[in-house]
C-alpha cells in the first residue's frame, strides 16, 4: 500500500508549480548569417524575406557591390553585397548564398549573405553594447554584439548600412 | 464638364523603340523618336547634328563587337533647333510595353548608377518566355551631356 495519497501528490504538484515565478524576458528576432567566416545578424523586423535562389540581372553601370536586380513576385528589387563596406574578401557565390530582403533607411534592397545560419529569438539581454576594440569601420554599424553556437556575432545597423551605401560608401 | 479618366495602370501600355547599344537591349519612349534611316544614308533634317553612338552617349561598355547593321535614329528636338541623331544597332522595334512589367530604379541601383540617363528598368519575356533586362533611357536627362561623334 502506497504511502501517500492521490491527493498528497496533487497538492504537492500545485504547490511546486506556485514556486515557478513567471518573468516574461525581453526577446528580440534575429537573422544571423555568415559573410565568409564571420557571423552578423540583422533585427528579424527589419528583413521581410529569405530567398535561397533568385536570379539576379546584372545592370551595366553599377559599381561591383551591387550584384544587380532580382524579380520579386513582379517588383524589382536591388542587390547589394556588404562585404565591401564591411572591408571583407568577397568570396565566391556558394551554393548556400542567400538573399535577404531587407528593409531600411525608407529604402528596400536585397543583401547577398555567405549563409544564413539561422532566424532565432534570442533574449534582448544577450546583445552587448559593441565593444571598443571594434575596427573603425565597423563602430557606427554594429548595433550590439552577442555569442551563439560560441560564435561572436555583431548585430548591424540595417539603416545606416543603406544609407551608407547610397552615400556612395562600399 | 468631364474629368480626364485616369489610365487603368494594370492594362496600360507604353509605346516604346527598342534597340540595341552596347550589346544591352535599350528603350526610348517612342514620343521622343521622330524618326529612323539606315545608319549609312543621309539625315533628311538639315538642323541635324553629327550622329553619335548610342552606346557612347549613354555610357554603355560595349559588350560584344557591333553587328554591321545600324540603324540611325532621330530624336525629337528640345529645344526645337536641337536634333540630335544616334546610331544604334538592329534590331530596332516599335512596341508596345505593358505598364506593369516597367518599373522605377531600387533605391539603391539609383543613388549608386553611373549611367545619368538610366530611367527605369523593364522585364520582358522573350519569345523563349525567358525573362530579359530592357534598359529604359531618358534621353531629356542626357540633353546637357553632348554626344561625341
Redesign the interface.
Known amino acids: 500500500m502506497s504511502e501517500i495519497t492521490l491527493d498528497q501528490v496533487l497538492t504537492q504538484r500545485r504547490d511546486a508549480s506556485k514556486e515557478i515565478v513567471n518573468v516574461d524576458v525581453p526577446a528580440v528576432k534575429l537573422v544571423i548569417f555568415a559573410l565568409g567566416d564571420q557571423w552578423f545578424a540583422f533585427y528579424g523586423e527589419r528583413i521581410r524575406e529569405i530567398l535561397a535562389q533568385a536570379?539576379v540581372?546584372?545592370?551595366?553601370?553599377?559599381?561591383a557591390s551591387?550584384e544587380g536586380?532580382i524579380?520579386v513576385r513582379?517588383?524589382?528589387?536591388?542587390v547589394?553585397r556588404p562585404h565591401d563596406m564591411l572591408r571583407l574578401s568577397d568570396s565566391h557565390i556558394g551554393r548556400n548564398a542567400a538573399i535577404l530582403l531587407g528593409r531600411g533607411a525608407?529604402?528596400?534592397?536585397g543583401i547577398r549573405v555567405d549563409r544564413v545560419i539561422d532566424v532565432v529569438d534570442v533574449p534582448q539581454s544577450s546583445i552587448q553594447p559593441p565593444p571598443a576594440t571594434l575596427p573603425e569601420h565597423l563602430r557606427h554599424l554594429v548595433l550590439g554584439v552577442l555569442r551563439f553556437q560560441a560564435q561572436p556575432v555583431a548585430v548591424l545597423n540595417l539603416d545606416q548600412m543603406?544609407a551608407d551605401?547610397?552615400?556612395?560608401l562600399g | 464638364m468631364n474629368a480626364t479618366a485616369e489610365p487603368d495602370y494594370a492594362t496600360a501600355t507604353l509605346d516604346m523603340v527598342l534597340f540595341t547599344a552596347?550589346g544591352?537591349r535599350v528603350g526610348l519612349e517612342a514620343r521622343h523618336v521622330c524618326g529612323s534611316r539606315p545608319a549609312l544614308s543621309l539625315s533628311a533634317d538639315p538642323r541635324s547634328t553629327a550622329t553619335a553612338d548610342a552606346a557612347t552617349w549613354f555610357?554603355?561598355?560595349p559588350m560584344d563587337e557591333m553587328p554591321a547593321a545600324r540603324q540611325c535614329l532621330t530624336l525629337k528636338p528640345l529645344p526645337p533647333d536641337d536634333v540630335r541623331e544616334i546610331q544604334v544597332a538592329v534590331p530596332v522595334d516599335l512596341v508596345s510595353l505593358p505598364a506593369?512589367v516597367i518599373?522605377?530604379l531600387?533605391?539603391?541601383?539609383a543613388?549608386?548608377?553611373?549611367?545619368l540617363g538610366?530611367r527605369a528598368?523593364a522585364?520582358a519575356a522573350d519569345p523563349l518566355g525567358t525573362?530579359r533586362?530592357i534598359?529604359l533611357f531618358d534621353t531629356t536627362r542626357l540633353r546637357a551631356c553632348p554626344p561625341s561623334s
Open positions: 536570379n540581372f546584372f545592370v551595366p553601370g553599377c559599381p551591387l536586380v524579380n513582379g517588383d524589382i528589387e536591388s547589394m525608407g529604402m528596400s534592397s543603406f551605401y547610397a552615400r556612395g | 552596347g544591352w555610357g554603355l561598355t506593369r518599373h522605377a531600387p533605391p539603391l541601383l543613388a549608386r548608377t553611373r549611367l538610366l528598368l522585364l525573362d533586362l534598359l
